[in-house]
C-alpha cells in the first residue's frame, strides 16, 4: 500500500512512499520524500528544506540541509551535506559535503568533497577528495579521484587522469591518456594531447600534441601540430597545420602550415607555410 504522510515536522514536510521521512525530528521542516525509504534517516532540526525523489533517495541525511536529488539511491550517502543536487541514479553517493552538483548515473558517486560539478553518465565517478572539480560528459575524469583544479568538458576528456593538477581538457578524448600525477596540462580539441603527456603541455586544435608521450613544455597549435613527437619531446612550439608533425625531439620551433613537417631532430627553427618541410 502507499503510504502518504508529513512525518514529525508537522504540515510542511511531505512524504509518500513506505518508510519515506519515517524518522523525521519535530522542528525538522519543509522536508518533501517521495519513494520507498527516501529521507529516512534519523532527523535532527536542522535537517530542513530537502527534496528529494526515489527509493532511498538521500536515505543518510540526518543534519543536511537544502538538498535536492532525483533518482535512486541518489544522494543516499551524505549525513550533513548542504546544498547538493543530484540527479541520477547513484549520483553523489558518498558521504559528500557541501555545493556539489551531480547529473548522470554513478556521476561523482565516490565524492566526499565541495564545489564539486560532474554531468554526464560515469563523470567523475572514482572522485573521492578532489578540489574544484569540473567534470562534463561521458566518463569525463572517470579515473581522477584527487587532485586541485582539473577541468574537462567532452566524452572521455581527461578519462585516465587520476591525481593531477589544474588540467584542463575541452573536447572528446582530449588529455584522455595521461600518465599519474600529471600537471598544468591544457587540451582544447578532438584528441588533443591524448597521448600519455607530464606536465605543462598546450595542445590546441584536432589532435595537437596527440602523441606526445612523457614530454613537457611543449606547445601545438593547430589541427595535427605537433601530432607525433617522440617519448620524452621536451620544449618544442609548433603553430600551424601540421607544424612540427614528425617525432621531433627537443627545442624545436615551427611556425606555419607543414613547417618542419617531417623533422626529426632537435633544435631547429622554421617559420613560413612549408618552411623546411622536407628535412
Known amino acids: 500500500s502507499l503510504d502518504i504522510g508529513h512525518g514529525a515536522g508537522g504540515v510542511t514536510n511531505t512524504a509518500v512512499g513506505t518508510d519515506a521521512l519515517d524518522s523525521s525530528h519535530a522542528s525538522a521542516t519543509h522536508n518533501t520524500a517521495i519513494g520507498n525509504s527516501a529521507l529516512t534517516g534519523v532527523h535532527t532540526a536542522a535537517a530542513t528544506y530537502n527534496t528529494v525523489v526515489g527509493s532511498l533517495a538521500g536515505a543518510a541525511i540526518t543534519s543536511g540541509t537544502s538538498n535536492t536529488a532525483v533518482g535512486a539511491s541518489a544522494l543516499d550517502g551524505t549525513d550533513d551535506g548542504a546544498y547538493n543536487v543530484a540527479v541520477g541514479v547513484n549520483a553523489l553517493g558518498g558521504n559528500c559535503a557541501n555545493y556539489n552538483t551531480a547529473i548522470g548515473r ?99 586544435g584536432h589532435a595537437a600534441g596527440a602523441a606526445i608521450t612523457i614530454g613537457d613544455y611543449n606547445t601545438a597549435v593547430g589541427s595535427a601540430a605537433l601530432d607525433e613527437s617522440t617519448v620524452d619531446a621536451q620544449a618544442n612550439t609548433a603553430v600551424g597545420y601540421a607544424a612540427l608533425s614528425a617525432a621531433a625531439e627537443d627545442d624545436n620551433t615551427a611556425i606555419g602550415h607543414k613547417a618542419l613537417f617531417v623533422f626529426t631532430g632537435n633544435t631547429a627553427t622554421a617559420v613560413g607555410s612549408g618552411a623546411a618541410d622536407a628535412l
Do not use: P
Not at 107 to 122: E, Q
Open 106 to 204: 554513478d556521476a561523482l558517486i565516490s565524492f566526499t568533497g565541495s564545489n564539486a560539478t560532474a554531468v554526464g553518465s560515469g563523470a567523475a565517478d572514482s572522485a573521492t577528495s578532489a578540489t574544484g572539480l569540473t567534470a562534463v560528459g561521458y566518463n569525463a575524469l572517470g579515473a581522477c579521484t584527487d587532485g586541485t583544479g582539473n577541468t574537462a568538458v567532452g566524452k572521455d576528456a581527461g578519462a585516465t587522469l587520476t591525481t593531477g593538477d589544474y588540467n584542463t581538457a575541452l573536447g572528446a578524448l582530449a588529455l584522455d591518456d595521461s600518465v599519474i600525477d600529471t600537471q598544468k596540462n591544457t587540451a582544447i580539441g578532438y584528441g588533443a594531447l591524448s597521448g600519455a603527456c607530464t606536465n605543462d603541455n598546450t595542445g590546441l
